[in-house]
Nanobody, 129 residues
Framework: QVQLVESGGGSVQAGGSLRLSCTAFGLSVSNYYMDMGWFRQAPGKEREGVAAIRSDDNTIYADSVKGRFTISKDNAKATLYLQMNSLKPEDAAMYYC?????????????????????WGQGTQVTVSS
């Protein structure tokens, strides 16, 4: 059974840091054409792409997090990470990990919710001002 399990969420003050992890079960994150991403959804808002790492290890970021967030992957541990620095109150949301394979994604598609078909349950991030 394919499963993504997120962890690492929590409550921090503005300016703080968190590192999210997403461990994959039942699939290899180093598979050819495997794309993975982090998405977030705040109350009353649509889910949006935050960062993605494509099968060619190219990373893509939403403009709102460039320079503050870093996505990375450890193939041996089958784990995806999101290092979040200089957190702002507007970064508060439920963060989801997602995976998809078999289709090339351009930079826009890599951050598009509808391009991913495997999702984790999410981990909550709260940022206080």
């Amino acid at each position: 059974q394919v499963q993504l399990v997120e962890s690492g969420g929590g409550s921090v003050q503005a300016g703080g840091s968190l590192r999210l992890s997403c461990t994959a079960f039942g699939l290899s994150v180093s598979n050819y054409y495997m794309d993975m991403g982090w998405f977030r959804q705040a109350p009353g808002k649509e889910r949006e792409g935050v960062a993605a790492i494509r099968s060619d290890d190219n990373t893509i970021y939403a403009d709102s997090v460039k320079g503050r967030f870093t996505i990375s992957k450890d193939n041996a541990k089958a784990t995806l990470y999101l290092q979040m620095n200089s957190l702002k109150p507007e970064d508060a949301a439920m963060y989801y990990c997602a995976a998809d394979w078999g289709r090339f994604k351009n930079s826009i598609q890599a951050l598009a919710v509808q391009q991913y078909h495997i999702w984790g349950q999410g981990t909550q991030v709260t940022v206080s001002s």
